[in-house]
């Protein structure tokens, strides 16, 4: 079972940035997709943004198109979220995933926060 293991997340001002990363157990995780997802007590985790197993294809959600950018290290066995241009919208528990295209949701990490306020 591969674990999944996300670090920065905090509170940021509007307008502001933060990196995401999500480090993997399994080297074997370079043979599927990586995502990240997010979720808002009270309502269903949306994805957020989705990379292909060797990072040629990315899928992002109409919402931060522009604004957010994925990308992974496979040799390090970690995929990232570059976040800009926060907006307190933004805020929720992001969640790195792992699996099938373009889905990539058959394994999750805890969570880390993104907290967007002035």
């Known amino acids: 079972q591969v674990q999944l293991v996300e670090s920065g997340g905090g509170l940021v001002q509007p307008g502001g940035s933060l990196r995401l990363s999500c480090t993997a157990s399994d080297s074997l995780v370079s043979l599927f997709a990586m995502g990240w997802y997010r979720q808002c007590p009270g309502k269903q985790r949306e994805l957020v943004a989705v990379?292909?197993?060797?990072?040629?294809?990315?899928q992002y959600a109409d919402s931060v198109k522009g604004r957010f950018t994925i990308y992974r290290d496979n040799h390090e066995k970690a995929v990232y979220l570059r976040m800009n241009s926060l907006q307190p919208e933004d805020t929720a528990r992001y969640y790195c995933?792992?699996?099938?295209?373009?889905?990539?949701?058959?394994?999750w990490g805890q969570g880390t926060q993104v907290t967007v306020s002035s």
């Open positions: 990379i292909s197993n060797y990072g040629s294809a990315k």
């Open positions: 995933s792992t699996g099938s295209w373009p889905s990539a949701n058959d394994y």
